[in-house]
């Protein structure tokens, strides 16, 4: 049976995940979620799965947008595996919902707890505790590998009520508070001109001007940017001077770049 992971990742925990899963799923086809892969049509055949990292306990509005326009056949086995760094109360439910708008639905999800790149509120776990996380995470994808070959379903737990209306919007707020204020990251004077931040973008929102990048109000929050400077040129206001810059260990910029 033909399967295929669609992933997103900025910092590689996704990716990582996604590809360590394909491994265990008789070398699943991986496909990146990014604007060029967004503009083709995807017909799709046999399981279809998610492997993405979490945005204000809900999902990246790009994977949203990804699902609304991939052609799904009925009865797909569809799972989907969230990233994380310690919040994840409504990402499943959010591509349920999605899913079901085309007459699909999720069979299977999981959620695997990471290092936190979200640098704009906090600083990425020591050393330490990144390890112990990594060792962790091995034995999750593992143990979900396991139930997708066996094709499990897992109940999705609904979000109702009070709690429900106040994820949803602290997820709209933040979402809004944010992507669209992207004139908040700028480049410091130890930017060497390299272009990476334009070229590992994932909605093609940095156009270099004058040898520096300039942020063109598109942006998904995804960090990749910031993340990945060589230098730590890019900061977000006055909240990411002091932050240690975040990537998976087995990742390198160029597995990132759409
Ligand atoms: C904009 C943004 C919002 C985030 N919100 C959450 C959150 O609500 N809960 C959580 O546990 N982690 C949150 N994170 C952390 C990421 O989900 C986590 O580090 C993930 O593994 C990153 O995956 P990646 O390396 O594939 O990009 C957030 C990160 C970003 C950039
Ligand atoms: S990645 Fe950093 S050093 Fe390279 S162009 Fe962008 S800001 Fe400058
Ligand atoms: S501009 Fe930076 S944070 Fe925004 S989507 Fe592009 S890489 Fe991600």
Redesign the pocket.
Known sequence: MQRTIF???????????ARELAKLLDEANLIPINTHTLAKMHDMEGMIGF????????I?MLLREFIRKLQIKPNTYIFSV????????MSHQQIDQVLNEKQAKLSYHAS?????????MYNTASQERQLKLFANAGKSVDAIAHDINQQKVTPLKPRKGLFARLLDSYYRK?YAN?GGKDYNFHSTEACIHCELCADICPVQNIQMKDGKPVWQGKCQ????CLHWCPKQAIQYSNKTQKKRR???PE?KAEDIMP
Do not use: E, K, R
């Open positions: 992933y997103l990742s900025a910092t590689g925990n996704s990716l990582f995940v492997v993405f990292p979490v945005y204000f306990c809900g990246p969230a990233t994380l760094g310690g919040g994840d109360f695997i707890v990471m290092p936190g790149n979200y640098q704009l933040s944010h929050l995804c960090l990749a975040y990537h998976h990742v």
